[in-house]
Antibody
Framework: EVQLLESGGGLVQPGGSLRLSCAAS????????MSWVRQAPGKGLEWVSA????????YFADSVKGRFTISRDNFKNKVYLQMNSLRAEDTAIYYC????????????????WGQGTMVTVSS | DIQMTQSPSTLSASVGDRVTITCRAS??????LAWYQQKPGKAPKLLIY???SLESGVPSRFSGSGSGTEFTLTISSLQPDDFATYYC????????FGPGTKVDIK
């Protein structure tokens, strides 16, 4: 069964850091670019970051550029989102997502989603 | 930077209605557009990719059209399970979602 499972969310103070993980199973992880998408409470979807299949290309939304980094371990079938200098506006559910179209270097139509992990930035 | 807009932001409809949602991009994205359905507390579900291709397992009452900067999602006959929020997404340049359209019961 194709599955993405996020972990690592929680409560963090403004200015703090958090690392999210996403474990993939049921597909050839190393062939697919991976993305993080977030959703603030009661708000819409926001694409945050992506990493190419081999890990040599990383992409970020302007709202997180310089604060977040993305990485992957193709041996462990995991992708990570390191979030630094967190702000209240980063409070959201963070979803890991990908597309079965392995030709996409960055981002495609996401047909595989995790269940999400909640990040709350508050003092 | 590409901007995405959707209209309307809210749509009240009845079961059996034909529903159309519009998505516009600020510059051409060719056909690199997807549509998603999201229900409260759930992850989004892909409905349409490449503007008009129906994702496997999605009912045929959903259809997409358009190219360039203007796109539409049509539900030919609204069913009770279709009351949800719908998002468009461009993936021509990185990725960006539209603000969403909530379809509720009239």
């Amino acid at each position: 069964e194709v599955q993405l499972l996020e972990s690592g969310g929680g409560l963090v103070q403004p200015g703090g850091s958090l690392r999210l993980s996403c474990a993939a199973s049921g597909f050839t992880f190393s062939s697919h670019a991976m993305s993080w998408v977030r959703q603030a409470p009661g708000k819409g979807l926001e694409w945050v970051s992506a990493i190419s299949a081999g890990g040599d290309g990383t992409y970020f939304a302007d709202s997180v550029k310089g604060r977040f980094t993305i990485s992957r371990d193709n041996f462990k079938n995991k992708v990570y989102l390191q979030m630094n200098s967190l702000r209240a506006e980063d409070t959201a559910i963070y979803y890991c997502a990908t597309q079965t179209d392995a030709t996409m270097v960055c981002c495609g139509a996401f047909d595989i989603w995790g269940q999400g992990t909640m990040v709350t930035v508050s003092s | 930077d590409i901007q995405m807009t959707q209209s309307p932001s809210t749509l009240s409809a009845s079961v059996g209605d034909r529903v159309t949602i519009t998505c516009r991009a600020s510059q051409s994205i060719s056909s690199w557009l997807a549509w998603y359905q999201q229900k409260p507390g759930k992850a989004p579900k892909l409905l349409i990719y490449k503007a008009s291709s129906l994702e496997s397992g999605v009912p045929s009452r959903f259809s997409g059209s358009g190219s360039g900067t203007e796109f539409t999602l049509t539900i030919s006959s609204l069913q009770p399970d279709d009351f949800a929020t719908y998002y468009c997404q461009q993936y021509n340049s990185y990725s960006l979602f539209g603000p969403g359209t909530k379809v509720d019961i009239k």
